[in-house]
């Protein structure tokens, strides 16, 4: 996904520099799946709340890592 994002990005940017060339480059291809990691992860975070959690977690396996987790520092 974070690829995906990546590519998204970089094609609307207006960059005159193809994709297949940011691919051909390890550092900023890197980077910009870097950024694309920590855009999802700030985006999907601002916008979780308890019935997206449970969408996406029928077996309440993160709910209960989350309820360990509290449990434990309080």
Same mark, same amino acid.
């Given at each position: 996904?974070?690829? @995906?994002?990546? +590519?998204?990005?970089?094609?609307?940017?207006?960059?005159? +520099?193809?994709? !297949?060339?940011? %691919?051909?480059?390890? *550092?900023?291809?890197?980077? +910009?799946? $870097?950024?694309? *990691? *920590?855009? %999802? $992860?700030?985006?999907a975070?601002? +916008?979780?709340? #308890?019935?997206?959690?449970?969408?996406?977690?029928?077996?309440?396996?993160? &709910?209960?890592?989350? #309820?360990? @987790?509290? !449990?434990? %520092? &309080?």
């Amino acid at each position: 996904m974070p690829l @995906i994002v990546a +590519k998204s990005v970089h094609e609307s940017s207006g960059s005159s +520099k193809p994709w !297949a060339d940011v %691919l051909a480059d390890a *550092k900023d291809s890197g980077d +910009k799946v $870097n950024r694309a *990691k *920590k855009r %999802l $992860n700030r985006d999907a975070a601002a +916008k979780m709340n #308890t019935a997206r959690l449970a969408q996406s977690d029928a077996m309440a396996e993160v &709910t209960g890592w989350l #309820t360990r @987790i509290h !449990a434990m %520092l &309080t």
